[in-house]
């Protein structure tokens, strides 16, 4: 009962002359939806390209990200809403519309008192031009942008679509229908200047969407599309937040998702692509009527008409992504999975989804299990280039993690993540740090052959209050440290404290320090020394295999395996936590 059928902004179809790729406005509500990006055409970084036009005027472009567009009528004349300018603006009006010089079509009037039309026009393009470039009278295309849409939508002007699915001007063009759209970009130049109306032409910068795979810029259009009612959804996913039954990390997302969610407009749902769910909806040729069937339909529900035919576009990818904390886990039956594993503790993701991935799965996970999906919601940064600048194709800044992996280790990627990781702040990936990681692995893996070297084997239930040197109670004392404080940042969620918390303990305490300071008892001839060093050097290197598992968890699993015999996994060894430090002991050496 939420889905419901109307008008809407789109681009066109794959394979004809404007690419993939939806700005989704709705007529009834307004509505524009700029995750629409997402299936097929991606434009340039944050939706903007910057184009020099070399004629200097725009024909009905833009993209749904800015949809601030400065137009041939910016530049035409600096004064065309004054009284020497509104034949030029008319005029402008009527070529761009097709008008025939009477009726309110854009045809051009004669006398003082038809300027209002022209004011009027110009003041409802105020409230959404840039004031740096505001000059005079400005057109309104709300067939074609969305800023135009909105502010046409508020002050009940028609809508009027000039660009067909190919890009080519149709019947609402007049005498340039038929044209490409910029052919008759260039024809509507040469006709103003054959009529004595181009004051001047000069190029400029103007925000233009584009497809970063065919280069094609990116025409909004209005079509008939499928949208989800969206406020009725919204009620219990804001509720639950609220309620503390869903808890982000940080905090101050909770902010970002609530002002979203509290201003939810109306979802389009339909995309026009060749793959996805299948939207179950079929159009009676007969009397027009749309069946909408859990089933495949055969007949029109009101006339019985087997002449019908299913909706050829496709649900957005967001819409089905929505569904994924209980589809994956055997839903709609009631399954062993779903029943253990929903709602599931954490749900880990970047900022810059929270609109379309988690604010969805929220809602449709209310209105379809009654329970929220997930008890936390960690947010993470991105991950930028070195000189933090967001990764785009388009850039060519696009890192391969395999390249890096095959080139430093995963061990090496995955310490450096977890490092720079600081609760929702973007990471600049920097090749120095991952070497530094893969340095920091390296000592480690020659701390273990040192070990080894000197027969420091795992003593099966070894008991820590044996030990009787100062150097042993010390190290083990500051194994306990590190273990509690790497505990509670992992549970705080606080990862690169985590990481610098082990990472200190095994350069500076145990390599630095600890192997040092034990070489002499290696290299003396007191055999009860030596057998406790070993024992505790063991159990010593167990816990830092234990502790940096989750950051490093090949390097640490090789070590664990191959250092001595083990009766299970390192992933299923004990996590220690909670122990007992004495004072005195961790005191005992410095």
Same mark, same amino acid.
């Given at each position: 009962?939420?889905?419901?059928?109307?008008?809407?902004?789109?681009?066109?179809?794959?394979?004809?002359?404007?690419?993939?790729?939806?700005?989704?406005?709705?007529?009834?509500?307004?509505?524009?939806?700029?995750?629409?990006?997402?299936?097929?055409?991606?434009?340039?970084?944050?939706?903007?390209?910057?184009?020099?036009?070399?004629?200097?005027?725009?024909?009905?472009?833009?993209?749904?990200?800015?949809?601030?567009?400065?137009?041939?009528?910016?530049?035409?004349?600096?004064?065309?809403?004054?009284? /020497? #300018?509104?034949? =030029?603006? $008319?005029?402008?009006?009527?070529?761009?519309?097709?008008?025939?010089? *009477?009726?309110? !079509? @854009? %045809?051009?009037?004669?006398?003082?008192?038809?300027?209002?039309?022209?004011?009027?026009?110009?003041?409802?393009?105020?409230?959404?031009?840039?004031?740096?470039?505001?000059?005079?009278?400005?057109?309104?295309?709300?067939?074609?942008?969305?800023?135009?849409?909105?502010?046409?939508?508020?002050?009940?002007?028609?809508?009027?679509?000039?660009?067909?699915?190919?890009?080519?001007?149709?019947?609402? /063009? #007049?005498?340039? =229908?038929? $044209?490409?759209?910029?052919?008759?970009?260039?024809?509507?130049?040469? *006709?103003?200047? !054959? @009529? %004595?109306?181009?004051?001047?032409?000069?190029?400029?910068?103007?925000?233009?969407?584009?497809?970063?795979?065919?280069?094609?810029?990116?025409?909004?259009?209005?079509?008939?599309?499928?949208?989800?009612?969206?406020?009725?959804?919204?009620?219990?996913?804001?509720?639950?937040?609220?309620?503390?039954?869903?808890?982000?990390?940080?905090?101050?997302?909770?902010?970002?998702?609530?002002?979203?969610?509290?201003?939810?407009?109306?979802?389009?749902?339909?995309?026009?692509?060749?793959?996805?769910?299948?939207?179950?909806?079929?159009?009676?040729?007969?009397?027009?009527?749309?069946?909408?069937?859990?089933?495949?339909?055969?007949?029109?529900?009101?006339?019985?008409?087997?002449?019908?035919?299913?909706?050829?576009?496709?649900?957005?990818?967001?819409?089905?992504?929505?569904?994924?904390?209980?589809?994956?886990?055997?839903?709609?039956?009631?399954?062993?999975?779903?029943?253990?594993?929903?709602?599931?503790?954490?749900?880990?993701?970047?900022?810059?989804?929270?609109?379309?991935?988690?604010?969805?799965?929220?809602?449709?996970?209310?209105?379809?299990?009654?329970?929220?999906?997930?008890?936390?919601?960690?947010?993470?940064?991105?991950?930028?280039?070195?000189?933090?600048?967001?990764?785009?194709?388009?850039?060519?800044?696009?890192?391969?993690?395999?390249?890096?992996?095959?080139?430093?280790?995963?061990?090496?990627?995955?310490?450096?993540?977890?490092?720079?990781?600081?609760?929702?702040?973007?990471?600049?990936?920097?090749?120095?740090?991952?070497?530094?990681?893969?340095?920091?692995?390296?000592?480690?893996?020659?701390?273990?052959?040192?070990?080894?070297?000197?027969?420091?084997?795992?003593?099966?239930?070894?008991?820590?209050?044996?030990?009787?040197?100062?150097?042993?109670?010390?190290?083990?004392?500051?194994?306990?440290?590190?273990?509690?404080?790497?505990?509670?940042?992992?549970?705080?969620?606080?990862?690169?404290?985590?990481?610098?918390?082990?990472?200190?303990?095994?350069?500076?305490?145990?390599?630095?320090?600890?192997?040092?300071?034990?070489?002499?008892?290696?290299?003396?001839?007191?055999?009860?020394?030596?057998?406790?060093?070993?024992?505790?050097?063991?159990?010593?290197?167990?816990?830092?295999?234990?502790?940096?598992?989750?950051?490093?968890?090949?390097?640490?699993?090789?070590?664990?395996?191959?250092?001595?015999?083990?009766?299970?996994?390192?992933?299923?060894?004990?996590?220690?936590?909670?122990?007992?430090?004495?004072?005195?002991?961790?005191?005992?050496?410095?």
């Amino acid at each position: 009962g939420n889905v419901g059928h109307g008008k809407a902004e789109r681009h066109a179809d794959d394979g004809d002359a404007l690419g993939v790729g939806v700005a989704m406005v709705q007529p009834e509500h307004g509505l524009v939806d700029d995750e629409a990006d997402d299936d097929g055409c991606d434009e340039e970084e944050d939706g903007v390209h910057q184009h020099i036009d070399e004629a200097g005027v725009c024909a009905a472009a833009g993209t749904q990200h800015t949809g601030e567009h400065h137009d041939a009528d910016d530049v035409i004349n600096d004064g065309c809403a004054d009284d /020497g #300018g509104a034949e =030029e603006a $008319l005029e402008l009006a009527q070529l761009l519309q097709g008008g025939d010089g *009477d009726g309110d !079509a @854009g %045809g051009r009037h004669d006398g003082a008192d038809e300027e209002r039309p022209i004011k009027l026009r110009a003041a409802q393009r105020r409230e959404a031009v840039e004031q740096a470039v505001e000059q005079g009278a400005a057109c309104q295309r709300h067939g074609h942008d969305p800023n135009d849409f909105e502010v046409g939508l508020r002050h009940n002007l028609e809508v009027i679509r000039v660009l067909d699915d190919n890009g080519k001007v149709n019947e609402n /063009g #007049g005498k340039y =229908e038929g $044209l490409d759209r910029y052919e008759a970009r260039k024809q509507i130049v040469a *006709d103003l200047e !054959a @009529g %004595g109306y181009l004051v001047k032409v000069e190029p400029y910068s103007h925000n233009v969407g584009t497809c970063y795979r065919c280069h094609q810029d990116v025409e909004p259009i209005i079509s008939a599309q499928w949208f989800v009612k969206m406020k009725p959804l919204a009620e219990e996913a804001i509720r639950v937040v609220k309620d503390g039954e869903t808890k982000f990390v940080p905090e101050r997302f909770s902010k970002t998702y609530l002002n979203w969610m509290e201003n939810v407009r109306d979802w389009c749902i339909s995309r026009q692509l060749w793959w996805g769910h299948q939207i179950p909806a079929w159009t009676c040729a007969d009397c027009g009527h749309i069946t909408v069937s859990r089933e495949d339909a055969c007949k029109c529900e009101k006339c019985g008409s087997a002449n019908i035919e299913r909706d050829p576009d496709v649900l957005d990818t967001w819409f089905s992504s929505a569904l994924w904390p209980f589809e994956t886990l055997g839903w709609p039956e009631k399954t062993e999975d779903l029943d253990y594993f929903y709602p599931t503790d954490v749900l880990v993701t970047g900022y810059d989804i929270i609109f379309f991935w988690v604010a969805r799965m929220m809602m449709m996970s209310m209105y379809m299990m009654k329970r929220v999906p997930f008890k936390k919601c960690y947010i993470h940064g991105l991950v930028r280039d070195e000189q933090g600048r967001k990764m785009s194709k388009s850039k060519g800044n696009t890192v391969d993690p395999m390249e890096t992996i095959e080139k430093y280790g995963a061990d090496a990627l995955r310490f450096f993540m977890a490092a720079m990781e600081t609760q929702g702040r973007d990471i600049n990936l920097s090749d120095s740090r991952i070497q530094g990681y893969r340095n920091f692995a390296t000592k480690l893996w020659n701390a273990a052959r040192f070990c080894e070297m000197n027969e420091c084997y795992s003593v099966k239930d070894f008991d820590v209050t044996s030990a009787k040197l100062e150097i042993s109670k010390w190290i083990m004392a500051k194994a306990k440290e590190a273990s509690a404080e790497v505990t509670e940042n992992l549970n705080s969620f606080r990862f690169s404290d985590a990481a610098n918390a082990v990472y200190q303990f095994i350069w500076g305490t145990f390599c630095d320090w600890y192997i040092e300071l034990i070489k002499p008892i290696f290299y003396g001839e007191n055999a009860d020394e030596i057998k406790e060093i070993r024992a505790v050097t063991a159990w010593t290197l167990d816990r830092i295999l234990v502790m940096l598992h989750p950051f490093m968890p090949f390097i640490t699993e090789e070590l664990w395996d191959n250092l001595t015999e083990r009766s299970c996994k390192l992933i299923h060894a004990k996590w220690s936590a909670d122990e007992t430090v004495n004072a005195d002991d961790k005191n005992s050496v410095f």
